[in-house]
């Protein structure tokens, strides 16, 4: 072969890759229908949070990048605003980030938050969901959220959220779902 065709072959060959690999990514994220993964993360009290523990519950469990960064602020903001609706519906919110308890602790007394904020600084979690993300050189968590119903089945599922709205959509979802 003549040396000035491999690099014209081999880029062909991992364009002709790169769209599986992407594929094989989103088949990793949980689909509408199936049994939400299992888990137990610490939240900003340190506590242990189960998934199990709200058998009987609608969840929302929400992926978010980085605590006291300003599009993640605005849907936790949003989130918090809206707590009492969700409350009303039989619904806990839990945020999952990569970010540490301490800093889920921070984030929270900044900002007034009363919900579940979950440290995954081990990236099981975000991982387990499909939303295990990059920034630079940053690990983050996907802006990804998932509706669970009170018997523990994924019913909704939403990729790259616009925060300054995705609390109205979740409610929107959960009360067209409860019909």
Same mark, same amino acid.
């Given at each position: !072969?003549?040396? #000035?065709?491999?690099?014209?072959?081999?880029?062909?060959?991992?364009?002709? *890759?790169?769209?599986?690999?992407? /594929?094989?990514? =989103?088949?990793? !994220? +949980?689909? %509408?229908?199936?049994?939400?993964?299992?888990?137990?993360? +610490?939240?900003?009290?340190?506590?242990?949070?189960?998934?199990?523990?709200?058998?009987?519950?609608?969840? %929302?469990?929400?992926?978010? +990048?980085? =605590? !006291? @960064?300003?599009?993640?602020?605005?849907? &936790? #903001?949003?989130?918090? /605003?809206?707590?009492?609706?969700?409350?009303?519906?039989?619904?806990?919110?839990?945020? *999952?980030? %990569?970010?540490? %308890?301490?800093?889920?602790?921070?984030?929270?007394?900044?900002?007034?938050?009363?919900?579940?904020?979950? &440290?995954?600084?081990?990236?099981?979690?975000? =991982?387990?969901?499909?939303?295990?993300?990059?920034?630079?050189? !940053? @690990?983050?968590?996907? /802006?990804?959220?998932?509706?669970?119903?009170?018997?523990?089945?994924?019913?909704?599922?939403?990729?790259? *959220?616009? +925060?300054?709205?995705?609390?109205?959509?979740?409610?929107? &979802?959960?009360?067209?779902?409860?019909?």
């Amino acid at each position: !072969m003549k040396k #000035h065709l491999f690099p014209i072959l081999a880029a062909a060959a991992l364009l002709a *890759v790169w769209p599986l690999t992407a /594929r094989a990514a =989103d088949d990793s !994220m +949980p689909a %509408v229908g199936q049994a939400a993964p299992t888990f137990t993360l +610490p939240s900003q009290t340190g506590k242990e949070i189960s998934l199990k523990s709200f058998h009987g519950k609608w969840v %929302v469990l929400y992926f978010y +990048p980085k =605590d !006291m @960064t300003t599009g993640c602020t605005i849907e &936790a #903001h949003n989130f918090q /605003r809206d707590l009492t609706k969700f409350e009303h519906e039989n619904a806990v919110i839990l945020g *999952v980030s %990569v970010d540490t %308890v301490d800093s889920h602790k921070q984030f929270c007394t900044k900002d007034g938050l009363t919900f579940h904020l979950l &440290a995954d600084p081990e990236h099981k979690v975000v =991982d387990q969901y499909g939303s295990l993300g990059h920034f630079g050189t !940053m @690990t983050i968590a996907n /802006r990804n959220t998932f509706l669970i119903n009170p018997q523990g089945k994924i019913v909704k599922v939403w990729t790259k *959220v616009d +925060p300054s709205h995705h609390s109205e959509e979740v409610l929107a &979802a959960l009360n067209e779902l409860k019909k």
